[in-house]
T-cell receptor, first 111, second 114 residues
Framework: GQQLNQSPQSMFIQEGEDVSMNCTSS?????WLWYKQDPGEGPVLLIA?????ELTSNGRLTAQFGITRKDSFLNISASIPSDVGIYFC???????????FGKGTKLSVKP | DGGITQSPKYLFRKEGQNVTLSCEQN?????MYWYRQDPGQGLRLIYY???????QKGDIAEGYSVSREKKESFPLTVTSAQKNPTAFYLC?????????????FGQGTRLTVV
């Protein structure tokens, strides 16, 4: 089946640093989504991308839909302690049409 | 408020018993999904449903069953055939899959089988 490769698997950064994570796929997607999950909670949607090349911001978060439609990245600027959590990418548009998730990037922020 | 509700948040069962996890949404979404999450494994799709009375197996459907008798509800039954049922289960809903719209998640149910 389709797979999403999300990297890095984990990150340990200092408060105030910028963060970048990405997802790549062997298949083309029509939609890319980025979620954040706090421990013991369900993922919360951060950014949705619908067009190749689209660059969208949500506060300190910026995400882009790759031109090839096979990749996406998420940047977090000036990280703060509450950014801690697991970030998931998700792509939609395969043969079955359902959402496919990456394995997540676990972010730790040192105050 | 519109949203997606999973209940209960924590569930304990004895090995060999079937257990049903509830998922209800009032977002008028057509599509609903069940995912299983294990530490370091990300989200794995169990079942999904695009319309009422129709559902499709995901990547790890063995040992699970679902029904979609109402648009608002998509309960998941973890059967005794599921060899390793202890996990965090997440339900999600979205507008029709073809629309490419985003999915929203419930708060999850942590199932522990002893």
């Amino acid at each position: 089946g389709q797979q999403l490769n999300q990297s890095p698997q984990s990150m340990f950064i200092q408060e105030g640093e910028d963060v970048s994570m990405n997802c790549t796929s062997s298949s083309i997607f029509n939609t890319w989504l980025w979620y954040k999950q706090d421990p013991g909670e369900g993922p919360v949607l951060l950014i949705a991308l619908y067009k190749a090349g689209e660059l969208t911001s949500n506060g300190r978060l910026t995400a882009q839909f790759g031109i090839t439609r096979k990749d996406s990245f998420l940047n977090i600027s000036a990280s703060i302690p509450s950014d801690v959590g697991i970030y998931f990418c998700a792509g939609q548009g395969g043969s079955q049409g359902n959402l496919i998730f990456g394995k997540g990037t676990k972010l730790s922020v040192k105050p | 408020d519109g949203g997606i509700t999973q209940s209960p948040k924590y569930l304990f069962r004895k090995e060999g018993q079937n257990v049903t996890l509830s998922c209800e949404q009032n977002l008028n979404h057509d599509a609903m999904y069940w995912y299983r999450q294990d530490p370091g494994q990300g989200l794995r799709l169990i079942y999904y449903s695009q319309i009422v009375n129709d559902f499709q197996k995901g990547d790890i459907a063995e040992g699970y069953s679902v029904s979609r008798e109402k648009k608002e509800s998509f309960p998941l039954t973890v059967t005794s055939a599921q060899k390793n049922p202890t996990a965090f289960y997440l339900c999600a809903s979205s507008p029709p899959l073809w629309s490419g719209a985003e999915a929203f998640f419930g708060q999850g149910t942590r199932l522990t089988v002893v």
